[in-house]
């Protein structure tokens, strides 16, 4: 059984940075596609953002309301996904959780990530 741990979130003003990390307890180097999702309160968990490594090169995607302020990256060597959030806005809270994309994997906790003045 993978276990993902996320960490990295906690209470930022609007406009603030946050930088998300996620350690897989196995590797993910065979996973082309790792992504970063979140759940907001009453809606549904929505995909952020997901990145494909296919031979040496990595190919990131995004959703459009993070387009411009959120960078994904991934480090096999470490078993780790990053999500780099820059200006937050008050609809980037949520919580966060990473996994394959598609979603192959059990979820974790997600870590809280929190838009506010």
């Known amino acids: 059984q993978v276990q993902l741990v996320e960490s990295g979130g906690g209470l930022v003003q609007p406009g603030g940075s946050l930088r998300l990390s996620c350690a897989a307890s196995?590797?993910?180097?065979?996973?082309?596609?790792m992504g970063w999702y979140r759940r907001a309160p009453g809606k549904q968990r929505e995909l952020v953002a997901h990145i494909a490594s296919i031979t040496s090169s990595d190919f990131t995607n995004y959703a459009d309301s993070v387009k411009g302020r959120f960078t994904i990256s991934r480090d096999n060597a470490k078993n780790t996904v990053y999500l780099q959030m820059n200006s937050l806005k008050p609809e980037d809270a949520a919580v966060y959780y990473c996994n394959t994309y598609p979603a192959h994997w059990a979820w974790g906790q997600g870590t809280q990530v929190t838009v506010s003045s």
């Open positions: 196995r590797s993910i180097s065979s996973f082309n596609a």
